[in-house]
């Protein structure tokens, strides 16, 4: 069984900083996806960034960005250029063995 | 956001009640997923349908009854749920469920969310 851990369950952002939200995680698979999701308040979630498993590279999505440490087991989120609709919660997610698993997700809010 | 539908968005019922959660997808895909998100917790997968068979039930209790006429559509059937029951239900749809690489991503629904009184 695959685990997904989000440690921090709030944080808060200047508007225009830079934030970085971390994530590990703990599979037996080799081949599996590593996925971000935001959840506006009372809105759909939406997928943000993702990356595969055997890609060395860090997956970016304009100021999306990832830190992919495949031996650390570590999925931290970057958000470069905060802005005020980037508060909400962000979910870390793990995808192996035909089976998507989930954080406990964290809040972020944004200060103007 | 609208590839992914659910309706209706907010439901309030009694134990002792029957209704059904729709949702229904426009993305072309042949797997749909059912979730439940409640407060504090992580998202807990309910049920799996690929190509319109069930692949994966996780323990959930016989009261949710899950239906899947064809790979747009997604229900899930209620009756006799408890306060606990409470939650938004979140559907999600992928290209294939079956773990092939690259069909993986899913697209979620706005959720519906229940009150179970």
């Known amino acids: 069984a695959q685990t997904v851990t989000q440690s921090q369950p709030e944080m808060s952002v200047q508007e225009a900083e830079t934030v970085t939200l971390s994530c590990t995680y703990d599979t037996s698979e080799s081949d599996y996806y590593l996925f971000w999701y935001k959840q506006p308040p009372s809105r759909q979630m939406i997928l943000v960034i993702r990356?595969?498993?055997?890609?060395?590279q860090n997956a970016t999505e304009n100021r999306f960005s990832v830190n992919f440490q495949k031996a650390a087991k570590s999925f931290s989120l970057k958000i470069s250029d905060s802005q005020l609709g980037d508060a909400a919660m962000y979910f870390c997610a793990c995808r192996a063995n035909s089976k998507l698993t989930f954080g406990k997700g964290i809040t972020l809010s944004v200060r103007p | 956001e609208t590839g992914v539908t659910q309706t209706p968005r907010h439901l309030v019922m009694g134990m002792t009640n029957k209704k059904s959660l729709k949702c229904e997808q426009h993305l072309g895909h042949n797997a749909m997923y059912w979730y439940k998100q409640s407060a504090k917790k992580p998202l807990e997968l309910m049920f799996v349908y690929n190509f319109k068979e069930q692949t994966e039930n996780n323990s959930v209790p016989s009261r949710f009854s899950p239906e899947c006429p064809n790979s747009s559509h997604l229900f899930l059937h209620l009756h006799t749920l408890q306060p606990e029951d409470s939650a938004l239900y979140l559907c999600a749809s992928s290209q294939d469920a079956s773990g092939v690489r690259g069909t993986d991503t899913q697209y979620f629904g706005p959720g519906t969310r229940l009150t179970v009184l």
């Open positions: 990356q595969e498993a055997y890609k060395q």
